[in-house]
């Protein structure tokens, strides 16, 4: 089943921070997340793996809450670059091989001047 | 380093028609290979993957069927194209499992 993203979209003044959650029903083994400009491919931003880690990529940090099968997506002092749609793609189980994902609904965002 | 290519970018069929997207990877061996499908503001939905030359695994039943016929090539097809078939098709490869996955520059398919 979809992973399931909030708020779907967003509105930010360049500077402001922002938030955006992933949610499964089902058991997570990794939280990848991505950036898609539109028109454009997705770009690869970061992974977590289950255990509660925290990662950052410069003003961009998630944690990933393996207990409540949720991870969330941090923007710091954003900036016009971060406008695009954000997805987490969610691998559950130990998928070996595949590294399959499930991508979640999408989080629009945009920042405004 | 590792580059992917997917083509055509735009492509314009009738329903009815013949399908054949190409996508290669360059610069590693045995990746593992993605289709996937965007319809317009939406997310993206896996079609197959595959792990090994001749090995696909399809995520949803549909008018489509892919192929793996070297180690870093991965064509989608189809025989007939429904109008259901319009979507934005993202190839993508990655390594194991923990990996990135990364993403070609995407074909625009319209049905007419």
């Known amino acids: 089943q979809q992973p399931v993203q909030s708020p779907q979209a967003v509105i930010l003044r360049e500077g402001e921070d922002a938030v955006i959650n992933c949610s499964s029903s089902k058991a997570l083994y990794s939280v990848h997340w991505y950036r898609q400009k539109h028109g454009e491919a997705p770009v690869f931003l970061m992974i977590l793996l289950k255990g509660g880690e925290q990662k950052g990529h410069e003003k961009i940090s998630a944690s990933f809450n393996e207990k409540k099968q949720q991870s969330s997506l941090y923007l710091t002092a954003s900036q016009l670059s971060y406008s695009g749609t954000y997805f987490c793609?969610?691998?559950?189980?130990?998928?070996?091989?595949?590294?399959?994902?499930?991508f979640g609904t999408g989080t629009l965002l945009a920042v405004q001047p | 380093s590792q580059t992917i290519h997917q083509w055509p970018a735009t492509l314009v069929q009738p329903v009815g028609s013949p399908l054949s997207l190409e996508c290669t990877v360059e610069?590693?061996?045995?990746?593992?290979l993605y289709w996937y499908r965007q319809a317009a503001g939406r997310g993206l939905q896996l079609l197959f993957y595959?792990?090994?030359?001749?090995?696909i695994s399809s995520e949803v039943p549909q008018n489509l069927s892919a192929s793996r016929p070297q180690d870093r090539q991965f064509i989608l097809s189809s025989k007939k194209l429904l109008l259901s078939d319009s979507g934005f098709y993202l190839c993508?490869?990655?390594?194991?499992?923990?990996?990135?996955?990364?993403f070609g520059d995407g074909t625009r398919l319209s049905i007419l």
């Open positions: 595959s792990v090994g030359i001749g090995q």
């Open positions: 610069g590693t061996s045995n990746p593992n």
């Open positions: 793609g969610t691998e559950t189980g130990y998928g070996g091989a595949t590294n399959k994902l499930i």
């Open positions: 993508a490869w990655s390594m194991y499992s923990n990996q990135p996955q990364h």
